[in-house]
């Protein structure tokens, strides 16, 4: 079997002394959809912060044993070129308002102080856009502000703008939780195009969407990772007594 | 406490208080319709008050321009419209020019502002971005806001003071070194005292706003790999453009009408100035210095056009500023 693209070794996070992921040990392979479910507090979206070190950005977060990234220690790295490499999609849309759609899908090249020649600006805005599954809705509007977009254009253009910078990893923060029905079903389509190319890691607290769009889920209970398993064989035979009451829903 | 609303149906209501079932009935749609009455007739009233206050606020400023224009009237039959521009101020001759003074207070002002856009907008990006005080243990940050606040509120005479002990020796070495003339006052030690006056205006505003930037931009530009100076030069200071520029503007009426702490440190010359650090005067320091000398009826009145004049440009800054503000926001 191939190496795992993210490893996940005796894995703890804390904001001050409240300890919110406790010892998670995990390992994910390249092109799937990994879903990472459990009830609101249960650790998830921390640990998927930690993923690209955004948690580092509060005050009081501290991190004990490893992630390695094909096997290079993520907290070793310097975290601007891990968050090169593992991009990021927010729960609400949040593309810059005062940039055009043209210049949010480069935004990471902007921020980065990235010089690209024309051609190539348009090549990356262009197939970005495409693999966001959006360049036929906005390719004649590239000059309009991102924010007069629709709430599930906004948020495929935030995919578009994360793609754009070639990650190998995209982590995706309840992506839909903020979207009408439509277009939450439009993301998850958008989801099986994009695993062909990257790896997905998707937080979700809706079981149904999990099972919809994942290939292995991973079920957090508490701040502890429960079972991660195939994401058929976790809702159709769980192993564990927790995630049973989960999927049947005792709790959410 | 018993409502003001129920006071006048009480006493209607006991005037029916020993009548029939049908007639009390009808005393209580009576009193309800009463009531109802009384609390629009308040509403009304208390509108109208609103009303009244905003109107005199309105009466208030066309009054006083109307009171400036009539004073000028003496001084524009005497001089004509040659006044704006004429580069004499005597009046022991009787010319009076205003441009010296314009020239004046347009260039301490934008000197002013020039110096002190750098560390007001220094001062806020630290208070806003890097150490926001309040969060966790920043009590520098808490000390610097304090200060910040504490320079907006000192009078200016006291700016004056310390300006003409410690800045003036300051700028007249510096003159000496330089080979100029070593006035020590001018336009340049102005400058300098309205720049620390007005740097609170701009960094106290500029700061709120740069703490509005919401959350998610700034992490959505940290997750695309930028560090903490490209997320405020590309995602912060862009998106709080227009907030900074309506401090800067703020900043730069205070320092227009600075009257007090520009008049002890300009120099009072009422030349038109030759180099950044030759003596002035500007349009509201020269007000201050000669209103009491003021010995005939035009020499007032030639004063009072020079308020006129004050007034017109703070209030042309303001509406261009107000235009540009406009255009920032909606693009």
């Known amino acids: 079997m191939e190496r795992p693209i993210l490893e996940v070794k005796d894995f703890h996070a804390w904001f001050g002394t409240h300890e919110v992921v406790r010892n998670v040990n995990l390992s994910l392979h390249r092109n799937r959809v990994i879903a990472v479910m459990g009830p609101s507090g249960c650790g998830k979206t921390t640990f998927l912060r930690c993923i690209n070190r955004m948690h580092e950005l509060t005050p009081g977060a501290r991190t004990e044993g490893q992630i390695l990234l094909e096997g290079e220690d993520i907290y070793r790295m310097s975290p601007i070129m891990l968050r090169l490499r593992v991009g990021m999609v927010f729960q609400r849309p949040n593309p810059f308002p005062h940039m055009t759609i043209y210049e949010n899908v480069l935004a990471g090249y902007l921020l980065n102080n990235i010089k690209l020649n024309r051609n190539d600006k348009e090549a990356i805005v262009e197939s970005s856009l495409r693999k966001a599954a959006l360049w036929e809705e906005v390719k004649d509007n590239l000059k309009k502000k991102g924010t007069f977009l629709s709430g599930g254009q906004q948020q495929r253009l935030c995919i578009a703008r994360a ?5 190998d990893i995209l982590l995706l ?50 701040g502890e990772l429960v079972e991660f398993a195939p994401t058929r064989q976790l809702f159709t035979a769980p192993q564990d007594q927790r995630t049973q009451n989960y999927i049947t829903g005792r709790f959410s | 406490m018993p409502s003001p609303l129920a006071t006048p149906p009480t006493e209607k209501s006991s005037r029916y208080s020993d009548t029939t079932e049908a007639t009390r009935s009808l005393s209580r749609m009576r009193r309800l319709t009463l009531r109802i009455s009384y609390a629009e007739k308040k509403d009304r009233f208390f509108r109208n008050g609103l009303l009244l206050a905003g109107l005199t606020i309105l009466c208030l400023v066309i009054a006083i321009f109307l009171t400036l224009v009539i004073g000028s009237i003496p001084s524009f039959r005497a001089t ?25 207070t347009l260039l301490t002002s934008f000197l002013a502002l020039l110096i002190s856009i750098p560390f007001s907008i220094s001062i806020a990006l630290f208070l806003g971005e890097y150490f926001p005080p309040g969060k966790g243990k920043n009590r520098l940050a808490g000390l610097v806001q304090e200060a910040v606040e504490l320079i907006a509120g000192i009078p200016s005479v006291i700016y004056g003071f310390w300006g003409l002990f410690v800045l003036v020796p300051i700028v007249r070495n510096i003159e000496t070194q330089w080979h100029v003339l070593p006035y020590g006052v001018g336009i340049f030690t102005a400058s300098l005292i309205l720049a620390i006056m007005i740097i609170p205006y701009a960094a106290s505003l500029s700061r ?18 930028a560090t903490h100076w490209e997320v405020i030069r590309y995602i912060v200071l862009p998106y709080a453009r227009t907030g900074i520029f309506a401090g800067i503007l703020l900043s730069l009426g205070r320092a227009l009408g600075e009257t007090m ?12 100035p030759t180099s950044i650090f030759s003596p002035g005067n500007t349009l509201a320091s020269v007000i201050a210095n000669e209103f009491t000398e003021a010995a005939n009826e035009t020499y007032l009145s030639a004063l009072i056009e020079l308020g006129l004049v004050l007034f017109v440009v703070t209030t042309l800054i303001h509406l261009i500023g107000k235009r540009v503000i406009r255009q920032f926001s909606t693009t």
């Open chain 1, 163 to 167: 793609i754009a910078m070639k990650p």
């Open chain 2, 80 to 104: 004509g419209i040659h006044f704006f521009w004429g580069k004499v101020w005597d009046p022991v001759t009787g010319v009076f020019g205003a441009l010296p003074f314009l020239i004046g």
């Open chain 2, 208 to 225: 709120e706003i740069i703490s509005l930037v919401p959350d998610e931009l700034k992490e959505a530009a940290y997750s695309l790999g």
């Open chain 2, 261 to 272: 702490a520009v008049t002890m440190v300009i120099g009072n010359t009422s030349a038109i």
């Open chain 1, 173 to 222: 923060d309840e992506p839909t939780s903020a979207l009408d029905p439509i277009s939450t079903a439009g993301i998850e389509e958008l989801l099986q195009e994009l695993k062909k190319n990257y790896t997905l890691i998707l937080v979700t607290h809706n079981m149904q969407q999990a099972a919809r769009v994942s290939d292995d889920t991973a079920f957090f209970y508490m």
